[in-house]
T-cell receptor
Framework: GAVVSQHPSRVICKSGTSVKIECRSL??????MFWYRQFPKQSLMLMAT?????????EQGVEKDKFLINHASLTLSTLTVTSAHPEDSSFYIC???????????FGPGTRLTVL | GESVGLHLPTLSVQEGDNSIINCAYS??????FIWYKQESGKGPQFIID?????DKRQGQRVTVLLNKTVKHLSLQIAATQPGDSAVYFC????????????FGKGTHLIIQP
């Protein structure tokens, strides 16, 4: 299947700083990408839908000013966690929609730890 | 809101036996269902999917059954192997891959030697 990468795989930051996570579709173009968050021993929760060339759509309860999403090209979406706090520590996973195969492909995830 | 849920959080089976993981969904408008496998520290891995116009679909060692009447989804894994140990999630949406997915709570499948 198609490959989606994330960078970095792990990041540790201090409280109050901002962290950027990249999601790339390596062998297909994705007009739509999705960002999920997963706390330990819990399920994945959809945070937002990232649309190439337009504003992201956020799920209820997700602060758009805290989780900035930029989908500047057909192969790259970025999620920036601004003014991170310990409660933002989580596993952030992106997926990209391959419209040709009508399938979502998931990235390997990014483990964020905020001290 | 509506959600997808699971009956059992942990399932332990003997290596070589068949396993069945269940999932109940509440959104009757859901059209597309997927099972994912997630190993520790990794992203979800696609196993098999099924659309609402089907009630059964088979893959390699896996079968998904969909009962729309009772809004129930199951994943059957035949002849389980140690590598099948993982957390399994069902997920659903209304527009196939084009929409974000609603995930169930997950079942931790443990394969005993």
């Amino acid at each position: 299947g198609a490959v989606v990468s994330q960078h970095p795989s792990r990041v540790i930051c201090k409280s109050g700083t901002s962290v950027k996570i990249e999601c790339r579709s390596l062998d297909f173009q994705a007009t739509t990408m999705f960002w999920y968050r997963q706390f330990p021993k819990q399920s994945l929760m959809l945070m937002a839908t990232s649309n190439e060339g337009s504003k992201a759509t956020y799920e209820q309860g997700v602060e758009k000013d805290k989780f900035l999403i930029n989908h500047a090209s057909l192969t790259l979406s970025t999620l920036t966690v601004t003014s991170a706090h310990p409660e933002d520590s989580s596993f952030y996973i992106c997926s990209a929609w391959d419209s040709l195969n009508n399938e979502q492909f998931f990235g390997p995830g990014t483990r964020l730890t905020v001290l | 809101g509506e959600s997808v849920g699971l009956h059992l959080p942990t399932l332990s089976v003997q290596e070589g036996d068949n396993s069945i993981i269940n999932c109940a969904y509440s959104n009757s408008a859901s059209d597309y269902f997927i099972w994912y496998k997630q190993e520790s520290g990794k992203g979800p891995q696609f196993i098999i999917d099924i659309r609402s116009n089907m009630d059964k679909r088979q893959g390699q060692r896996v079968t998904v059954l969909l009962n729309k009447t009772v809004k129930h989804l199951s994943l059957q894994i035949a002849a389980t192997q140690p590598g099948d140990s993982a957390v399994y999630f069902c997920a659903e949406n209304m527009r196939g891959g084009a929409d974000g997915l609603t995930f169930g709570k997950g079942t931790h499948l443990i394969i005993q030697p």
